[in-house]
């Protein structure tokens, strides 16, 4: 039997033993030391007792990342309530009926999610919180009120002179299967689902990361979160991992646009990058292929005896792409493209690809760079195991399943499909279709969901078509559907490399009729597709930029 440690004793002993370190900055904005979020953490828990919320209820959060965000989410579990992180690019709607499913008492809201919600569609909420100074914006108790307005004075009554490492004591969970958040998926395929998260699971997450990083990454080195801290793939490896190792986390609170993310990467140099393959592949193609790919380099990197000088180069320029004091590039969250993984790969770059899930908090498969083999996501992570159920795992693709500290409890208040994801031996269905080579390293092939079947009943995996489309010329990004027996790939074209090159719409056209040539001359003959249709918009995607297939599929006729 496992033994597993406290977790919230894990955020004391980081803040007790970083006391000085710096914590948390709001990038080009102010800086929390250690210490100042003990002390922030400490009135907001003062602020929970004083009005009211016990051991056990949902404090919902939704706003975009900052260092208030987090102080509050820490603040919240360990004081031993149950944290509700909700992404905010949800619409009103959706956060209204997660603070109303998870039964929030009260609920923690940013500058811009403020604005849109509807307090009256959220009657059971005692109050909401302005995150960017923990005003309140609701509150329909008087002992909520009363607590907030007499909150710095109640502050200096319990701390007369100073607030010291020894007055942090925080709750200890009573047991490891204790519940520590909630986390809603976003999901391709629809509605959310509520993934209850324990205490074993968070725990798992950050010892995982520990285990294969801790080598690696020390207290004061700089990291950048760029994903979503309410997706739990942002929030185990850009906060919580990085918070309990005395790490100095910067927060994009804007919109993480490629400049942006490109300019904070060369000023913080963050010692890890966690990254979806979106971002990765934009960089890459705007910033280093352009030039690479001409007639001069094509020669070098096909002269033997520079070869090797040229790619190291090449690597050197796009290590400093990202800063130039990465230990390695995590990529996760949906599949990397195989160009860019060809390209990356070839100049000996540190970069390795994961795989997760929400239900997992996430891991579920990781490797180091060095290890790593390319076109996979890794191996079982530490702690984990994977299986994938098929009779030659090697070669016919099965669902992947796994098993370990990092599975979810189940859905909340949805007990028929928990049963359907976890099955009596405890192992977690992801519904996720890979092989696995003899090593152990695991390949995804796609969404069961996602399968399509051709005329003669063969398996097509969408995402495979996808991955070779979107390296062609003037492709953005595609989704590719079926209708009747045939395939379609809806394309969104890089509009601003055609306005560049001064290209018409009827070039556009021209050119995606030569893709598809080019496409089908490699494709098996049930995987062609028989027409490529321009999309104007990018497709809508979830916080984790995988795009909402189910938008995209043909109405069904009955």
């Known amino acids: 039997m496992e033994q597993y440690q406290s977790f919230n004793a894990l955020i004391e002993k980081s803040i007790i033993d970083h006391w ?6 709001d990038y080009k904005g102010k800086t929390l030391q250690y210490h100042d979020v003990a002390r922030k953490i400490e009135k907001l828990h003062i602020l929970f007792e004083n009005s009211g919320v016990q051991k056990g209820d949902k404090i919902a959060l939704c706003g975009r990342n900052s260092s208030n ?13 149950i944290a509700v992180p909700i992404l905010h ?10 603070v109303n499913h998870s039964d929030a008492k009260l609920l923690f809201a940013g ?18 919180i302005y995150i960017p100074d923990y005003s309140l914006l609701v509150s329909r108790t008087d002992k909520l009120t009363y607590a907030r307005e007499h909150l710095n004075e109640m502050f ?15 709750y200890k969970e009573q047991s490891a299967e204790e519940m520590a958040l909630i986390n809603y998926t976003s999901g391709t395929t629809g509605f959310s689902k509520g993934v209850m998260i324990p205490y074993r699971a968070m725990w798992s997450n950050a010892d995982f990361a ?5 080598k690696d990454i020390h207290p004061g080195d700089h990291v950048i979160s760029i994903l979503p801290m309410a997706h739990m793939y942002g929030m185990a490896f850009e906060f919580v991992y990085e918070f309990l190792s005395g790490c100095h986390i910067y927060y994009l609170t804007r919109i993480p646009s490629p400049a942006i993310i490109a300019q904070a990467f ?8 966690i990254a979806v393959p979106l971002i990765i592949e934009k960089i890459i193609r705007k910033k280093v292929f352009p030039k690479i790919q001409n007639n001069r380099m094509r020669l070098l990197l096909n002269m033997p005896v520079i070869n090797k ?15 130039g004091n990465a230990y390695e590039i995590i990529i996760g969250g949906a599949a990397l493209n195989q160009e860019v993984e060809a390209f990356l790969k070839r100049i000996d770059f540190p970069y390795t690809v994961g795989y997760g899930a929400t239900e997992c908090a996430p891991i579920i498969c990781y490797r180091d760079w060095h290890t790593f083999v390319q076109g996979s996501c890794g191996q079982a992570a530490y702690h984990q195991e994977v299986k994938v159920l098929s009779p030659d795992p090697a070669n016919v693709p099965g669902e992947i399943i796994t098993r370990g500290p990092n599975v979810m409890l189940g859905y909340y208040k949805n007990e028929e499909a928990t049963a359907e994801t976890i099955d009596k031996d405890g192992w977690y269905h992801t519904g996720d279709l890979g092989l696995m080579d003899n090593g152990g390293n695991v390949f995804i092939k796609g969404r069961s969901k996602n399968m399509l079947l051709g005329s003669n009943g063969q398996n097509i995996y969408p995402e495979e078509i996808e991955d070779k489309l979107n390296s062609l010329p003037m492709v953005m990004e595609s989704v590719v559907i079926q209708e009747g027996e045939k395939l379609v790939a809806l394309v969104h074209p890089d509009y601003d490399e055609a306005k560049s090159l001064g290209l018409t719409t009827a070039d556009i056209s021209s050119i995606m009729e030569q893709n598809k040539i080019q496409l089908n001359e490699v494709m098996p003959h049930y995987s062609k597709i028989t027409d490529i249709r321009l999309h104007e918009e990018e497709f809508e995607k979830t916080p984790k930029k995988s795009i909402k297939r189910f938008l995209y599929q043909p109405k069904m006729l009955f």
């Not at 000085?20 to 900055?25: E, F, H, R, V, Y």
């Not at 690019?89 to 009926?97: L, R």
């Not at 790619?311 to 796009?318: G, L, P, S």
């Open 20 to 25: 000085d370190l710096d914590a948390l900055t």
């Open 69 to 81: 965000w987090a102080v509050a989410f820490l603040a919240t579990l360990t004081y031993g309530a």
């Open 89 to 98: 690019e949800f619409m009103p709607d959706q956060v209204h009926n997660i």
């Open 111 to 128: 500058d811009v999610v403020s604005t849109v919600i509807d307090a009256t569609k959220m009657p059971a909420l005692e109050g909401i």
């Open 156 to 170: 200096g009554q319990k701390y007369p002179k100073y607030f010291r490492a020894e007055h942090v004591n925080y």
């Open 210 to 214: 520990d285990h294969v990083l801790g």
């Open 266 to 273: 060369a000023d913080v140099k963050p010692r890890i990058i």
């Open 309 to 323: 000088k040229v790619r190291e180069k090449i690597c050197e320029q796009v290590y400093e792409a990202f800063g």
